[in-house]
């Protein structure tokens, strides 16, 4: 079976640091890109970050790019997200995404997804 769990959200001041994780388990990780999007009420599910195991650059949406940093650990089969200098427009939930190949900020482009973790941006 197929799981991603994320976590590591919570409530931040304006400039701080938060990391999200987005741990999975019953597909080949090394073969599959993750991705991160973002849900914020009233607007469309939004594709934040992604980066693939297969290689090549990691894919940020532009907002995120200098701030926001993914990692992939294949020996614990999790991705993570480092948010740093957070800005209020950072909020929402986050969710994580998975699927074999290559990235894309297309949510119709992954067939697994993890329940998502709250990020609140204070300034």
């Known amino acids: 079976e197929v799981q991603l769990q994320a976590s590591g959200g919570g409530l931040v001041q304006a400039g701080e640091s938060l990391r999200l994780s987005c741990a999975t388990s019953g597909f080949d990780f090394d073969d599959a890109a993750i991705a991160w999007f973002r849900q914020v009420p009233g607007k469309e599910l939004e594709g934040i970050s992604c980066?693939?195991?297969?290689?090549?650059?990691?894919w940020y949406e532009d907002s995120v790019k200098g701030r926001f940093t993914i990692s992939s650990d294949d020996g614990k089969n999790t991705v993570y997200l480092q948010m740093d200098n957070t800005k209020s427009e950072d909020t929402g939930v986050y969710y994580c995404a998975a699927d074999l190949g290559r990235c894309s900020f297309l949510k119709s482009a992954y067939r697994a997804w993890g329940k998502g973790t709250q990020v609140t941006v204070s300034s």
């Open positions: 980066i693939s195991n297969t290689g090549g650059v990691p």
